[in-house]
């Protein structure tokens, strides 16, 4: 198993290639074949009715543009998940998600982490929140990609420094924990703007919501 859940790099200037691109609505495609193309719109589709369901919203209306680039063209940047790495930049209200990949089952999972992502800021503006913006996120890749919720419960349990601090790892673990729970979609909604340092401190806002809630 590839070990770098963590990494969060730095934005390098990518190389644009000159792929088709193919429009589905606001979402477009580049760089993928006409039978991948339908499978990740599928993704990206379904995580944005995920995510309606679970914050009330309807996203999937900012123009969105995912690009599938050689993994040598995302040579520092981005976040990697199960061996593969990602990058979702918002701008102007615009979406610009590049996925780096081989022919990987886990593509699913690092396209519908970079789509909540951008369905995040399309939704919220932004959330701060590393724990909840790394973890919904990787909420949300889980529900895409199944195999990557027991990978993520396994470093959780063997535990370890990295895994308590990690937003990917612990982060994750928080939004299991809580997703459910009444005033979720709320919590999120009203402290975007909010950071916690530790799941702990997530924890405890958490807390302080619940309680003004009864
Ligand atoms: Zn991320």
Redesign the pocket.
């Known amino acids: 198993m590839r070990s770098a859940w963590w990494l969060?790099g730095i934005v390098c200037a990518l190389p644009l290639r000159g792929a088709e691109e193919t429009a589905f609505g606001q979402l477009t495609f580049a760089g993928l074949s006409p039978e991948m193309q339908i499978a990740a719109r599928r993704v990206v589709v379904a995580t944005g009715a995920r995510f309606d369901r679970l914050f009330g919203t309807s996203v999937g209306r900012m123009p969105t543009v995912v690009r599938w680039v050689a993994a040598e063209e995302v040579v520092c940047g981005g976040?990697e998940i199960g061996g593969m790495s990602g990058l979702?930049v918002v701008r102007e209200g615009r979406a610009e998600i590049l996925v780096a990949t081989r022919a990987n089952a886990a593509v699913a999972a690092i396209l519908a982490?970079?789509a909540?992502?951008a369905f995040l800021a399309e939704a919220f503006g932004a959330v701060r929140d590393p724990f909840l913006?790394?973890g919904l996120?990787?909420w949300f890749a889980a529900q895409a990609w199944p195999p990557l919720r027991n990978e993520l419960r396994h470093l959780w349990l063997k535990g370890g420094p990295r895994t308590s601090s990690s937003p990917?790892v612990a982060g994750f673990h928080w939004i299991e924990e809580h997703v459910e729970r009444p005033g979720f979609g709320e919590f999120v909604k009203t402290g975007r703007d909010a950071t916690s340092k530790s799941v702990d401190d997530l924890e405890k806002r958490w807390r302080e919501f619940a309680r003004g809630r009864k």
Do not use: R, V
Request: charged share 25%.
């Open positions: 969060l976040e979702c982490h970079e909540t992502h913006n790394e996120a990787q990917y």
